[in-house]
Nanobody
Framework: QVQLVESGGGLVQAGGSLRLSCVAS????????MGWYRQAPEKQRELVAT???????KYFDSVKGRFTISRDNAKNTVYLQMNSLKPEDTAVYYC??????????????WGQGTQVAVSS
């Protein structure tokens, strides 16, 4: 089993910053893509940012220039630095990883989510 544990969410005023972290642990052989998704109330879950093991990134248009994803492959950890936060960034943020476990099974893994709330 592979587990993802997020941390770093909270309440912040508009214009402020937060940094999310996510650590993958368990029966990991290799993780290719790590990233962040978010889900606001009554909305579908959407991609925020992803990063491949090689460093290629993808961002949702509305967060480009404000959010930065990074990762430490040796620690199986991914980060999301969120600057210039807006009320519309309020959501539960979920860590996501795609990889292979030690039983050579491909899998997509999710964290439990961390709440980010931005007040106006």
């Amino acid at each position: 089993q592979v587990q993802l544990v997020e941390s770093g969410g909270g309440l912040v005023q508009a214009g402020g910053s937060l940094r999310l972290s996510c650590v993958a642990s368990g029966s990991i052989f290799s993780i290719n893509v790590m990233g962040w998704y978010r889900q606001a109330p009554e909305k579908q879950r959407e991609l925020v940012a992803t990063m491949t093991r090689g460093g290629s990134t993808k961002y949702f248009d509305s967060v480009k220039g404000r959010f930065t994803i990074s990762r430490d492959n040796a620690k199986n950890t991914v980060y999301l630095q969120m600057n210039s936060l807006k009320p519309e960034d309020t959501a539960v943020y979920y860590c996501n990883a795609e990889g292979i476990d030690k039983a050579w099974r491909q899998g997509i893994y999710w964290g439990q989510g961390t709440q980010v709330a931005v007040s106006s």
